[in-house]
């Protein structure tokens, strides 16, 4: 992976794009306005507010669902080509299913949509970002295999209303988080704990969801709008503990299992489940008690209908863990995303990486490379979003750990474009403003921009990173200055 490296090879490629994201539940608030439902994030919050570290929750959030033309203002003093936001199923389907189309839910978005492209930004829509109707979830919610169907249900209905307009589209943010995370650990919403199971059935049910909506597209959209869709997963890097075969083995079967188990189905020439993990889970399974393996098998059909269901990568990227095998009595805990929690092994940091504001944040830019890497040597060429990428702090406005953040992540990418020959062809900052960070509430900011929770307006105000990441957009490139420090909000 070595290579040279030159100032003059810190322009971006012709066309590659910069945006923003956020998601819905992070940011709209009107949690019971304008006809939407109950979903499961506000169950969740309501049921016992103590779950979230600073017991605040998502009713009102940015309250972005009345201020979204602020939020289209900020898109464009940032210069963003696109902007990527979530579709609240309840809010769009008050019932989970289709029989009712929520007029003012298809409003909000229409004027969002509109709005965007007015200001010549492009929107990227991602159909589920974790927040599922309260009513689908009493019935099993992603455990039970009609979810593909109800899903798929969704999709044409956000296609057929928004697909004019929106050209780039992803189906499902991270399952992994919402299976492995929710099913293994015990936490986040639905706060069902299904060790050894749960995640599992998650997990091939959120795959051939993806694959059917992704079908869909392909066969009754695509040919008179032209657009494409992935999903978005969370690709956690894995370093090995020591350089002992033993543990280089073992990160590659954690990669394999983190991110292969949602990877491997669709992008892998041969498609199904990574075999490493496939054989590593029967294992464990049986010596469990179980009759057979725990990870479901696909059928042939199955397989066929997933593989190839891509027409891009969309790829978040935040941070790089140790992993080491357990030592003698050693519990594993579910910690942070329960993905590992079947291969008896420690999540460690290294002593040289920084940790960030959120508690499962290491910073460590070559993981980002080397993630990149393992993708095109796994699944081949193929065009890359990065559709997450960014940092947590504690506040403030002068955030220079946020402008490093982004400027070493950055170059991360050029790098593996120019020097390895990935095919990275754009890039959204996570996220356009502080929002409400799931289980960590509004106590860690994300933001470029900070929001200030306590105005009833929600006003919004650049960070020096907002400036920083403005002037990257608009130069195409990474040469320019870095020194933000003292930086004063002028715009306002
Ligand atoms: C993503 N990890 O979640 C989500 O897509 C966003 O909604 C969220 O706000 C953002 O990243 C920051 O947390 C992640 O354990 C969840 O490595 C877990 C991890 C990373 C990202």
Known sequence: LAGAWSTQDLSFPPGFIFGAATASYQVEGAWNEGGKSENTWDRYVHEDPTRIKDLTNGDVACDSYHQWKRDIEMAEELGLQFYRFSLSWSRILPSGFPNIINEEGKNYYNNLIDGLLEKGIQPMVTIYHWDLPQSLQNLGGW?????????VDYARVAYT????????????????????????????????YSPEVGAYLCNKYALLAHAKAWRLYDQEFKPKYHGKVSLANQMVWFEPYDSTEEHIELAELARQNSNGRYAHPIYSKAGGWPPSIEKVLEEV?????????????????????????????????????????????EQFTAWPLGDCIDLNAIIEKREDWPTAESYWFYVFPEGFRRQLNWMKQQYGDMEIIITENGISTAGGLDDQERIQYYRDHLEQILLA????????????????????????????????????????????????????????????????????????????
Not at 168 to 187: A, H, K, L, M
Not at 298 to 327: C, H, P, S, V
Request: charged share 25%.
């Open 143 to 151: 455990a039970n295999p009609l979810i593909v169907d109800w899903f």
């Open 161 to 192: 209303l928004f697909g004019d307009r929106v050209k780039v589209w992803i189906t499902i943010n991270e399952p992994v988080v919402f299976c492995d995370g929710v099913y293994n650990s015990g936490r986040f919403a639905p706060l069902i």
């Open 285 to 329: 399974s049986l010596k469990r008690g179980y009759s057979k393996s725990s990870l479901p098998a696909f059928t042939q059909e199955e397989i066929e209908l997933m593989r190839g269901t891509y027409d891009y990568f969309a790829m978040n990227y935040y941070t790089t863990r140790l992993i080491r095998k357990a030592r003698e009595g």
């Open 417 to 492: 474009v120019k020097e390895d020959g990935l095919n990275v062809t754009g890039y959204c900052a996570w996220t356009l403003m502080d929002n409400f960070e799931w289980g960590d509430g509004l106590a860690v900011k994300f933001g470029l921009y900070e929001v200030d929770f306590s105005d009833p307006m929600r006003k919004r105000t650049p960070r020096a990173s907002a400036r920083y990441y403005s002037d990257i957009i608009s130069s195409h490139s990474l040469d320019i200055p870095i020194d933000y420090s003292g930086y004063k909000d002028t715009k306002k």
